[in-house]
């Protein structure tokens, strides 16, 4: 039997200044994690019983799909460079050298191992499909470790690879996936919301996320409240109104306005009586494009914003920088704040060194709109995309803002933050290609087999629960992930009757097969309802002065409810509440 007295649960009365969020707080107030360093974290006796069980959980659902592996955490640089990740990764791996100088990396992720594997073992289609999964340490040298587990650089993962022969035996690995993920997750207790997401690093097509609405989330997702559209703003898409546009004045072509020192949107706006919706802002960029920083240039409407995880797709850029005063004046011969599209020479295709020009697709059909001259303190009239400027790209390139209409129906959209517990990738044959795997298929013909990617974090989806399930004195998690399913208090530990009634009721209870925490220490009742309300555990039994009825008093934590119950009825009542089916 767990006795609280004889446990290490370091409870704090207060969270230390720096923590942030909900979750950070908590954690660190009920005992579950201590820092070490930024973004590096110990778990300690609580929050490692509840990692194990959310551990357990994934693990027997992915069971059903899927072979558990166990991969190293260090990896050869050369396995990096057959995909070609080892430069594209930038600082956000961590990097070491040997005693003999060669280059190790410390694993953020891995498809390269996984790939390695299939190229060497792999060799006829009647091995396909496969599903590779592990749960396993990762690392990322994350620039702003913050909010205790949400952004870290040391985390548990879960990361499954699938190989198959076609698009059609992918699309089947990926809805099996999708499938366990909800299982996963529904077992967890989460309220979660699957959505369209962009790739990022991992490339590939389609990409699928779960997430999780909290104001401590650094997500933002767009939904649709009729549940017609979710994805992640990355990926979001939406349905503009037909905006009017401004009449033509003098003879309708480019007009030269002067507008001394209005180089912002709202400035010209204000100056010119006009609305944002009628300007054309310019935001110009250097990417990054096979090791070189290259120009880009976005033109959309002055109310819009630049979606730079769509635009880096788009362009194929690893990294975006915003241009300075010198590569201004040397693809735009003008300052910050007066560039426009006009007489800019565009780049034919994505191929070439020129700059890229990319017009955001609310911007095809306008006419007669505003914009900067390329010179100081000038702006232009009567501008018409296609007539007066050409581009490289037209392409949807901005962030979808509340209140837009949905894609699919046209109800406005809602627009709130969350995190991500999940992700899902098809992620094609860029790896399978890149490191020359290959089956023979059923007509002994060389192809290159289809992968997806699908990873879990395992402490978002405790720290997601915390954020979801939270009040003042605490936290409560859902039985089959806290670390303990009942603690039963003993109110007074100086009377031997209640002391062996207690034990008797946790006794009682492990039997009928709970995990159960007998909080036996010599502290007053008020501190121990406190410990208790604070750590997680979503039951408490009271054991205190109608015990001599044979009672005892059940507490629901997520509640606050109570109610008192015959002392042998009490392991019966709560086989109601935590079925033996949702137990580990």
């Known amino acids: 039997m767990h006795r609280w007295s004889k446990l290490f649960v370091p409870t704090l009365r207060e969270a230390p200044a720096d923590a942030e969020v909900a979750s950070h707080k908590f954690l660190l107030r009920a005992g579950y ?5 930024a973004g590096i974290y110990s778990y300690l006796f609580l929050g490692n019983r509840s990692v194990n069980k959310i551990v357990g959980i994934v693990r027997e659902e992915m069971d059903k799909i899927g072979q558990e592996f166990f991969l190293p955490a260090i990896h050869p640089r050369e396995i990096w460079e057959a995909s070609g990740r080892w430069t594209t990764m930038g600082d956000n791996m961590f990097r070491l050298k040997d005693r003999k100088g060669a280059d190790l990396a410390l694993g953020m992720t891995h498809e390269e191992v996984m790939t390695d594997i299939a190229r060497k073992e792999l060799r006829s289609y009647k091995q396909l499909p496969q599903i590779w999964y592990q749960i396993q340490t990762k690392f990322r040298d ?50 979660f919301v699957a959505v369209e997401a962009d790739s990022g690093a991992m490339g590939g097509s389609q990409s699928q996320e779960f997430m999780v609405y909290t104001d401590a989330g650094e997500d933002l997702i767009v939904s649709c409240p009729t549940g017609d559209y979710a994805a992640n703003l990355e990926k979001a898409t939406s349905q503009l109104p037909v905006e009017e546009d401004l009449p033509p004045s003098g003879d309708g072509l480019p007009e030269l306005v002067h507008t001394p020192g209005k180089g912002a949107i709202a400035d010209v706006a204000e100056y010119l009586q006009i609305s944002p919706k009628q300007d054309i802002k310019c935001v110009a960029y250097m990417a990054l494009r096979a090791g070189k920083w290259l120009p880009v240039t976005v033109f959309l409407r002055g109310d819009h914003s630049v979606n730079e995880a769509k635009l880096s797709a788009l362009v194929g850029a690893v990294d975006l920088r915003s241009m300075v005063a010198e590569e201004l004046e040397q693809w735009f011969h003008a300052p910050a704040g007066f ?17 890229l020009v990319i017009l955001d697709t609310a911007l095809v059909g306008r006419k007669n709109m505003i914009c900067g001259a390329n010179k100081l ?42 995190v991500e517990i999940g992700h899902i990738f098809k992620l094609g044959k860029k790896y399978t290609t890149a490191m020359g795997a290959s089956v023979l298929d059923e007509a002994g013909k060389e192809v290159t087999p289809i992968m997806g990617s699908y990873g879990i974090g395992i402490e978002r989806i405790l720290t997601a629960t ?72 979503p039951y408490r039994v009271n054991v205190g002065k109608r015990a001599a009825e044979g009672k005892v008093e059940l507490v629901i934590r997520s509640t606050s409810t109570s109610q008192d119950v015959e002392m042998d009825q009490i392991a019966s009542l709560m086989t109601g509440l935590i079925p033996e089916s949702s137990r580990p």
Not at 33 to 37: A, S
Not at 407 to 416: D, N, Q, R, Y
């Open 142 to 191: 994350e620039p702003r470790p913050k909010a205790g587990l949400l952004r870290v650089r040391q985390f548990l993962m879960k990361d499954s690879y699938s190989f198959d022969i076609d698009a059609a035996g992918l699309d089947k690995s990926f809805d099996l996936h999708d499938a366990v993920y909800r299982r996963i997750f529904s077992r967890c207790g989460l309220q």
């Open 466 to 537: 915390i954020e979801q399930n939270n009040d003042k004195n605490g936290f409560w998690l859902p039985a089959a992930i806290a670390p303990f399913e009942v603690v039963v208090t003993i109110t007074n530990t100086t009377d031997p009757k209640l002391v062996s009634t207690g034990e008797a009721v946790a006794a009682q209870l492990e039997a009928a097969g709970f995990d159960v925490i007998l909080d036996d220490r010599d502290e007053r009742a008020g501190v121990k309802f406190k410990d208790a309300d604070l750590i997680g555990i």
């Open 339 to 355: 560039l426009g599209p006009v007489g800019i020479a565009a780049a034919k295709d994505l191929e070439s060194a020129e700059m």
């Open 33 to 37: 994690i201590r820092q070490l360093g």
């Open 377 to 418: 303190d000038y702006h232009l009239r009567n501008v018409t995309p296609g007539r007066d400027f050409q581009w490289t790209l037209v392409a949807d390139v901005r962030n979808v803002a509340e209140g837009e209409g949905c894609p699919v129906c046209g109800t406005p959209l809602k627009v709130a933050k969350a």
